[in-house]
C-alpha cells in the first residue's frame, strides 16, 4: 500500500513539473554548457530538479536523492534513494525539438522499485513497479514479440563521450542490417519508454548515466523486456554502463561480434 501511495504522489509531481516544460520560455530559458560545448542545462533543469528534491523528500524523507544537476550526487547504495533526471533529452528542450521527458526512480538498497517517466508533449505517464507490470497512462504494456527483421533499432550515440562515437557507429552500422529501420530520438529515458510500450524492438548506448537509465529499465523489464549492458552483463544503477534493451524475441548475438 506504501509503495501504490508513494507512487501516486510521484506522479502528481512529476506531472506538476510536465506543465513547466510545457510554459517554458525558450527565449530565456538561461542555456549554459557542463564543461562541453554539447552538454547543456537549462534553468528550467534546475527548476525541476530543486521542486523533486524538495517534493519527494517530503514524500519520503528518509531517502537519498541523485540528480543530474548540481552535482546532487548522494549514494543510492544503502536505503531508499530517488534517482532523478528533471529533463532528459536537454539538447532537444532547448531547441523546442518537443521530445523530452522527466524520469524519475526510487530505489531500496541499490535496486530499482518504482519508476515513473513522464512525457508532458504527449500526456504519457509510463509507472512501474516491481514485480507488478508496468502501464502507460494506467493500461498495461508489454514489450513487442517482434524479431528484429521486422522491428526497429533505436541507439544513442553517446556524443558526449566522443572516444566511444565510431564504436557506437560502428554497431549502428550492425543493426542497419538486421533491422527495418533505425532512430534516434535523443532521450534515452524515453527511448526506454519506447521499448516497454512496444513501439520499436531494440534500443543501444554506449554510456548512460543512472540518471538516464534507472527508471527505464524498470519499465522495460516489467514490460516482459531484458536490460543488460551491450556486452550482455548485468546493469549497474549506481555507476555509468553501456544499456542494451529488447523485445522478447530479439537476438542481439550480432552486437557482439
Not at 114 to 141: F, H, R, W
Not at 169 to 198: N, Q
Not at 226 to 254: E, N, R
Amino acid at each position: 500500500m506504501e509503495k501504490i501511495m508513494i507512487l501516486s504522489e510521484i506522479q502528481e509531481v512529476v506531472r506538476e513539473c510536465g506543465q513547466l516544460m510545457l510554459r517554458a520560455d525558450h527565449a530565456h530559458a538561461g542555456v549554459e554548457n557542463k564543461g562541453k560545448y554539447n552538454d547543456l542545462v537549462t534553468r528550467y533543469d534546475k527548476a525541476i530538479q530543486d521542486i523533486l528534491q524538495k517534493r519527494l523528500l517530503d514524500i519520503a524523507p528518509d531517502a537519498h536523492f541523485l540528480g543530474e544537476e548540481e552535482n546532487v550526487h548522494e549514494s543510492i547504495a544503502k536505503g531508499r534513494a530517488f534517482v532523478v533526471d528533471p529533463i532528459d533529452g536537454t539538447t532537444n528542450f532547448v531547441k523546442d525539438y518537443k521530445c523530452s521527458v522527466i524520469s524519475v526512480a526510487m530505489t531500496m538498497d541499490g535496486e530499482v522499485t518504482l519508476g515513473v517517466i513522464y512525457n508532458p508533449y504527449l500526456d504519457e505517464m509510463y509507472t512501474a513497479q516491481k514485480g507488478k507490470g508496468a502501464s502507460c497512462n494506467g493500461i498495461p504494456i508489454h514489450v513487442s514479440d517482434h524479431v528484429l527483421h521486422e522491428g526497429i533499432v533505436l541507439y544513442g550515440s553517446a556524443s558526449y563521450y566522443r572516444e566511444l562515437i565510431d564504436e557506437s557507429f560502428r554497431l549502428l552500422r550492425l543493426c542497419a542490417d538486421e533491422a527495418m529501420d533505425i532512430r534516434r530520438s535523443g532521450s534515452a529515458a524515453w527511448d526506454l519508454c519506447t521499448i516497454a510500450a512496444g513501439r520499436a524492438e531494440m534500443f543501444f548506448e554506449l554510456r548512460l548515466q543512472p540518471w538516464d537509465f534507472a527508471a527505464g529499465s524498470l519499465l522495460v523489464t516489467e514490460a516482459g523486456g531484458t536490460v543488460t549492458c551491450v556486452d550482455g552483463s548485468p546493469i549497474a544503477i549506481g555507476k555509468p554502463c553501456s544499456i542494451l534493451a529488447k523485445g522478447t524475441q530479439v537476438d542481439d548475438a550480432f552486437m557482439r561480434k
